[in-house]
């Protein structure tokens, strides 16, 4: 019922940038959060940011001053921008939403297929 496809992943050395971008279509009608979680080989996934309909956002401490989430809602996109990239950046980066889909009042959460960021030391 809802898609997120993202895109933007790739390899880049460190101290270098990314922005990844995740869109979300299908039948919904409502979206609170929109967010990225990310996990590297042998851990377990962790959020990296998210953010509300209302444009607040929160971080891990991890990417605190680095990172950046931005929201476009006309749109219903979800961009990530890293700055000063880590090896320890290395991941699958997932896009995830709750929102309310047609012919429902719960909220539901979707998750992307994942985009691979590698960071080279």
């Known amino acids: 019922q809802v898609q997120l496809v993202e895109s933007g992943g790739g390899l880049v050395q460190a101290g270098g940038s990314l922005r990844l971008s995740c869109a979300a279509s299908?039948?919904?009608?409502?979206?609170?959060?929109m967010g990225w979680y990310r996990q590297a080989p042998g851990k377990q996934r962790e959020l990296v940011a998210v953010?509300?309909?209302?444009?607040?956002?929160n971080y891990a401490d991890s990417v605190k001053g680095r990172f950046t989430i931005s929201r476009d809602n006309a749109n219903n996109t979800v961009y990530l921008q890293m700055n000063s990239l880590k090896f320890e950046d290395t991941a699958v980066y997932y896009c995830y939403t709750i929102c309310k889909v047609v012919g429902s009042t719960s909220w539901y959460q979707y998750w992307g297929q994942g985009t691979q960021v590698t960071v080279s030391s």
């Open positions: 953010t509300t309909s209302d444009g607040s956002a």
């Open positions: 299908g039948r919904f009608f409502s979206i609170s959060l």
